[in-house]
């Protein structure tokens, strides 16, 4: 019998990334290693670590470092014109000489093909970044995947101004099984019942409008775009194609919420949630 390929999705969400850490974490315990990951603003973080065999480390990411001013802060964005400090996060912190590095060697000696999202701002379209092209100490594509439009100036790729991949492919499944992949895990970090309103996009996407207006309206499309993925997959999780985990509840947790209990919550939910993931792998 051929081996089947298992893709992973995972949304992220800002601090809400904490509940696919767990997933992951998870399956790092159970032994499970997926063939193909593509990951969007946070989850692209949490891929990241995943492979590279790091478990606990974005856990430590969302329930500590986040909490400093140098994540993310008001004082960030009165100095840079950016709430997030990217550079912190994901070259102070993450590279070899930061305070918990990614261990690059790993992830790159791993098989699992990676990809991570983001939106070009003049474009409006998704962009993504094939694992091959990472390069030590250059995460320049993650903090692009991450940087969220509104509270953030566009992080550049290069001469490209980007913004949160989760503007243009908000849950990217369709990419997995473009890949070849037979089964799809879509971790998401909302309960799966969630409906998105395009009301409050519509109002913050005024505010890059005249910039980058390609960019504000993939916004403002962003929640129809991620209703209607919603619906496919769906219909795909009936077909035995795609297991959804996703949180029961995630309470008051906003997009860059700090509540240690709620953090830990969710985490813990994750945990919880990846038990589904062997069966669904050996149907």
């Known amino acids: 019998m051929t081996k089947q390929k ?71 964005l009165v100095k840079t014109g950016s709430y997030l400090g990217l550079d912190y996060i994901y070259s ?16 790159m000696a791993d098989p699992c093909d990676f990809e ?10 998704a962009m993504y970044l094939k694992k091959s092209e990472i390069q030590r100490n250059q ?6 995947s991450s940087c969220v439009p509104g509270i953030d100036k566009p992080y550049y790729v290069g001469k490209i101004p980007c913004y949160d991949g989760g503007l243009a492919d908000p849950i990217p499944y369709k990419r997995a099984f473009r890949a070849g992949c037979d089964k799809v895990v879509v971790i998401l970090t909302k309960p799966r019942d969630t409906v998105r309103n395009s009301g409050k996009d519509r109002l913050l996407a005024a505010a890059i409008a005249g ?7 993939t916004w403002i499309n962003r929640a129809d775009v991620y209703n209607q993925s919603i619906e ?7 077909e035995g194609r795609v297991l959804i985990v996703a949180p029961e509840n995630i309470g008051e947790l906003k997009t860059l919420s700090q509540d240690h209990a709620a953090l830990e919550d969710l985490y813990e939910q994750g945990l919880r949630a990846a038990e589904a993931i062997p069966a669904f792998i050996a149907e």
């Open 6 to 76: 298992i893709g992973v999705v995972d949304v992220g969400g800002g601090t809400r990334g904490i509940f696919g850490a767990g997933v992951l974490d998870r399956c790092m315990d159970l032994g499970i290693r997926f063939d193909f990951f593509v990951g969007v603003s946070a989850g692209s973080a949490n891929g990241a670590s995943y492979i590279a065999g790091q478990r606990g480390r974005n856990f430590v990411f969302y329930n500590d470092y986040a909490f400093r001013k140098e994540y993310m802060s008001l004082d960030n």
């Open 92 to 107: 102070t912190l993450s590279n070899d000489d930061g305070e918990y590095p990614l261990d690059y060697d790993a992830m």
């Open 116 to 125: 991570v999202v983001a939106t070009n701002a003049v474009t409006g379209r």
């Open 139 to 144: 995460y320049d594509f993650f903090k692009a």
């Open 211 to 217: 910039d980058y207006p390609k960019a504000a309206e």
């Open 232 to 238: 496919e997959i769906f219909e795909l999780e009936k």
